[in-house]
């Protein structure tokens, strides 16, 4: 342990308390991954939580502060980057190399754009389809009604796999408001995934963040992406 870091120390062990307690209520064979966001956070403070409590999964929001640090990330082998941020197109080419799932397409040009960058660096990219649940014009994603046409053009490219779905609910009051919001989202993305794409198994969802991980669980959550709890001094 590094003194520096005892903030983070206790923010973990809390967290992840708080998530097991929230898991052992829900019938899932697969626990829930904590994705660490790190837009507020620094390299140093990314390389601890991996190096000591074996967080392998980050979220980037930025592609410029993703390529400023990439080599100074340890471990990149063993570390999964996520790109959980808004994707311009203009910007695809530089980060298909170095991410492992990109969760926030969020229409069919992007989807287009990635997988043809994708070909030209001979990788095949995960991604999630990013849905404004809650419908907030300040938010990115596609609206509900439009996600299975984004969701069955983006799995007829070449170059991608849509795993699953992304979403971020509005800022809710109760665990109950949250929970309908998620829930909304699961029914949703399990009709696409049976329905429309006629896929086995069970899309990846990724939903809940530092203020409604607790509820994301408990409506199937498979990725929570928490930055503010988790580097809080």
């Not at 397409?105 to 660096?121: G, H, M, P, Q, Y």
């Not at 009051?173 to 049976?194: G, N, P, V």
């Not at 429309?196 to 198994?201: Q, W, Y």
Request: hydrophobic fraction near 35%.
């Amino acid at each position: 342990m590094d003194n520096r870091f005892n903030y983070i120390d206790e923010n973990f062990h809390s967290i992840t308390e708080r998530m097991r307690l929230c898991s052992s209520e829900v019938d899932k064979t697969t626990p829930c991954i904590l994705l660490a966001a790190v837009k507020s956070a620094d390299t140093e403070e990314i390389n601890y939580l991996h190096r000591v409590h074996k967080v392998n999964d980050i979220g980037e929001n930025r592609v410029q502060q993703l390529l400023s640090r990439y080599g100074e990330i340890e471990d990149r082998e063993n570390l999964r980057i996520h790109f959980i941020g808004t994707l311009q197109r203009n910007k695809v080419k530089y980060i298909v190399d170095k991410v492992d799932m990109i969760h926030s397409v969020d229409s069919a040009e992007l989807a287009a754009e990635i997988s043809k960058r994708c070909k030209k660096a001979s990788v095949v990219m995960d991604i999630l389809i990013e849905v404004n649940i809650g419908r907030e014009e300040s938010k990115s994603g596609l609206m509900p009604e439009q996600v299975a046409t984004v969701a069955a053009y983006a799995d007829t490219l070449e170059c991608i796999r849509v795993r699953g779905f992304m979403t971020m609910a509005p800022n809710c009051e109760t665990e109950a408001e949250y929970r309908s919001y998620f829930s909304q989202m699961r029914k949703l993305s399990e009709h696409i995934w049976t329905e429309v794409l006629k896929k086995d198994g069970s899309p990846i969802l990724s939903m809940g963040m530092s203020q409604s991980f607790e509820p994301a669980i408990l409506e199937g959550s498979d990725i929570v992406r928490i930055g503010r709890q988790l580097f809080a001094k």
